[in-house]
């Protein structure tokens, strides 16, 4: 069975400096997609990026990227020039691109930005 | 409106009581999934549906949870005698696309259950 961990529960950065939040998964599968997802305090859970496990190219969007490293099977999200706005949760998630089509959440990092 | 929307936001209930939680998902949307999220955790899986298809239901924790969804349109989750162990923020998503390219979940705001 497909697993997710995120092994830093809490995690903080000065408002404008860059973070970086991890998550490792493991599974037997070639074909799969990751995501971040963001749980601010409202708790409505929003997409914060996405990754097809057979593209190379690291996702990007804004001054949000991952590194996503298929043999060691991470994929962390990089938040750049933080804002206060950032502060919420943040949830690594797998889906296999056949069969199965449950998503599988890590159990969540607690971002903090200072100002 | 536009957005995936559970009915009601906030459930206290009695121990042995039966509920039932109501998603409204996005017109249009084939799939619909059913997280349990406890406090301070991660998302539970709890059940998806597609279509017509048979649903998921692998991670229902007990004969005492239940699912219902009438098409493509809204789903009920019901809890029947529940223990305190419920206790729990309950999500649903649906999302458009299913089988193709990583189709991204729209998630509801939640009900939080609280179980005396």
């Known amino acids: 069975a497909q697993t997710v961990t995120q092994s830093q529960p809490e995690m903080s950065v000065q408002e404008a400096e860059t973070v970086t939040l991890s998550c490792t998964y493991d599974t037997s599968e070639s074909d799969y997609y990751l995501f971040w997802y963001k749980q601010p305090p409202s708790r409505q859970m929003i997409l914060v990026i996405r990754?097809?496990?057979?593209?190379?190219q690291n996702a990007t969007e804004n001054r949000f990227s991952v590194n996503f490293q298929k043999a060691a099977k991470s994929f962390s999200l990089k938040i750049s020039d933080s804002q206060l706005g950032d502060a919420a949760m943040y949830f690594c998630?797998?889906?296999?691109?056949?069969?199965?089509?449950?998503?599988?959440f890590g159990t969540g990092t607690r971002l903090k930005v200072l100002a | 409106g536009a957005g995936v929307s559970q009915s009601p936001s906030n459930k206290v209930t009695e121990k042995g009581k039966d509920v039932e939680l109501r998603c409204d998902p996005i017109?249009?949307?084939?799939?619909l999934y059913w997280y349990r999220q406890r406090l301070g955790q991660g998302l539970e899986f709890l059940i998806y549906f597609q279509g017509n298809s048979a649903p998921d239901k692998s991670g229902l924790p007990s004969d005492r949870f239940s699912a219902e969804r009438t098409g493509e349109s809204v789903s009920t989750l019901t809890i029947q005698r529940t223990q305190q162990e419920d206790s729990a923020v309950y999500l649903c998503?649906?999302?458009?696309?299913?089988?193709?390219?990583?189709?991204?979940?729209?998630f509801g705001p939640g009900t939080r259950l609280t179980v005396l």
């Open positions: 998630a797998y889906r296999s691109a056949k069969g199965s089509y449950k998503y599988i």
């Open positions: 998503a649906s999302s458009l696309e299913f089988g193709l390219a990583g189709g991204e979940q729209f």
């Open positions: 017109s249009g949307h084939t799939a």
């Open positions: 990754q097809e496990a057979y593209k190379q």
